[in-house]
């Protein structure tokens, strides 16, 4: 496959080393984007990766130290339209969700993307990935959705486990989440952090399993750490 970047774009920055960003045009119609379809509407980074969606449901791959670029291929279950994309820091591990409930898996080893049935019906906002994933398991992933429930999914080769842990009772869309593991010399506690609707809550337990005991039904209150001023 030819450079995505023109000679002209790398000329520049070759003039421009100074400078921290520089702008990089990228020829995605070598991709096989036709016209019609190059509007962008997801885009994640991380670990020398880029995953970027178009309209109509492309997904391109994209490693710009290497310059290397490949399509995503859904197989017979094709996307349609991308509501998601959710890349792990580590860049082993992606989600693709559209708007229609359905969501794929993508490894970094692989062009073709997975459907996980599990999840259909869910539309992912957010992801908490699991900071001792491997290249091949992603362990455990909290994920929230559009209508506001929290899962834990785990996936491994061809395993895949999903249980619900939380839900909130007016049906808050999630829009983020965060874990963070609290150690000290007598305990070990798991703080996971989520955002929804206008509020940021904070669950606190011995473990990930158990973090959501006392908060269930109208008890989420308890984890209620700010809530942005409604005008009056």
């Known amino acids: 496959m030819e450079s995505l970047l023109d000679s002209g774009s790398r000329d520049n920055i070759d ?3 100074g400078q921290i960003f520089t702008a990089r045009p990228v020829a995605i119609e070598q991709l096989g984007v036709t016209a019609g379809q190059q509007r962008n509407v997801g885009i994640a980074a991380a670990n020398g990766s880029v995953l970027a969606a178009f309209q109509g449901g492309a997904v391109i791959r994209w490693y710009p130290i290497e310059d290397e670029a490949s399509q995503v291929y859904f197989g017979k279950d094709r996307c349609g ?5 959710l890349l792990e820091p580590k860049g082993f591990h992606a989600l693709i969700t559209n708007s229609a409930g359905d969501t794929w898996y993508l490894n970094f080893n692989s062009e073709q993307a997975k459907l996980l049935p599990k999840l259909k019906g869910h539309v992912l906002e957010a992801v908490s990935w699991d900071p001792d994933s491997t290249s091949t398991c992603t362990k455990d ?5 559009r ?27 999630l829009s983020g989440l965060h874990r963070e593991r609290m150690v000290s010399d007598v305990s070990e506690k798991t703080v996971l952090f989520a955002a929804a609707g206008c509020a940021i809550y904070a669950f606190i337990g011995p473990s990930l399993e158990t973090v959501f005991q006392r908060y269930q039904g109208d008890a989420a209150s308890r ?10």
Request: charged share 25%; proline share 6%.
């Open 223 to 232: 984890a209620l750490v700010y809530e942005v001023p409604r005008d009056s």
């Open 15 to 17: 003039a421009k080393k």
């Open 141 to 145: 992933l909290i994920v929230g959705t």
């Open 81 to 85: 339209d991308v509501s998601r994309l």
């Open 147 to 173: 209508g506001g429930q929290i899962l834990h999914l785990v996936i491994e080769g061809k395993e895949r486990t999903l249980k619900p842990m939380f839900a909130f009772q007016n049906g808050m869309p």
